[in-house]
């Protein structure tokens, strides 16, 4: 065998061998992401992912790139950058040892994503470790659904609770020969306005947030329709565009350097400021909204619940609040008999609450 094919047989023998002596398995690759799960996983027995790594396949011309679940998030950018093609929902690390199965589990993306696409919408295929020790290939290629379900999506911000992520494909793109962004100052009521504004046009709007009284705005495309496109915006370069993106995507702006609770609120882009204290940054055009607060998380959730959104408690939780929003009790019920399809006896992640997962 292949080392890829040991290294495969390895993961599979150790689950089942879990099943046998009745172990639960806390799937662990680069660890970026610890953080999310809480304390809930610490004393589960670890299932170390990351020396199932490597690029499969990668052909620039056919827009797709196949890699193990341990590979580098980085090792995948670097490809990428040297074929002029980049990942479309432009993934957060939260550090330097992200893998891409991290970024497909935890299904979150970064500023590009209500212009381009969703994690999700980017996986095309999965190759999946269940809970019975079988590997299973899920999308185009083989096996489509378990129950008439997509499991590629399904496992996309699943946090690993349906198995173990051995190969995912995911759709890629060119990247642009230009990028720009643009300041100007506004309220936030203005800066939602100016969000809707420009949904409805062609524009090549490509990032957009609000803070601290200034909106910015990222435009990428070719040349010409870069600088047509500033013309309607309007408002002035800002030549640091590129390391504020960076620094929002990955959590490194001033914003974010405080232990008071961080929300991370998913509500209709149109939807007017909500009625909530605390420090506010509107991302994804108004679709992604970021709130540090004291505010009770009954207050959050209902205001969110409101006007059809939900709420992740996604830095500094506080003792028996639930991190993730409460599924309706139909998608719940739905959820479990997914989880029980895929992972029967709950060995992967069992602390890990089923969630909306992140669009």
Known sequence: MTPS???REELCNAVR?????????RIRGGGSKDFLAGASLDALHPLDVTGHRGVVDYEPSELVITARCGTPLAEIQTILDAGGQMLPFEPPAFGPDATLGGVVSAGL???????ASAVRDAVLGVQLLTGR?????FGGQVMKNVAGYDVSRLVTGAFGTLGV???????????PLRSMTLKQ?????????????WARQPLPVTAACHIKDTLYVRLS?????VDEAAQVVGGREYAEGETLW?????????FFASDTPLWRLSVPPATPPLDLAGRWLLDWGGAQRWLVSDESAEKIRATVESVGGHATLFRHAQTGIPRFHPLPAPLAELQSRVRLALDPDGLFNPGHPITLGTP
């Open 165 to 175: 992520l051995l190969e995912v494909s995911v759709r890629v793109m060119p990247a």
């Open 109 to 115: 993306s970064g500023p590009r994503r209500p212009y």
């Open 246 to 254: 960076s620094d929002i995507r990955e959590h490194r702006h001033d």
């Open 221 to 225: 495309g070719g040349p010409a329709a």
């Open 5 to 7: 094919q040991d290294q």
């Open 133 to 137: 020790g079988e590997c299973l290939q």
């Open 17 to 25: 061998e879990a099943r046998v002596q009745g172990l639960e398995l």
């Open 185 to 197: 100052a506004v309220s936030a009521r203005q800066a939602l306005a100016l969000f809707s504004g």
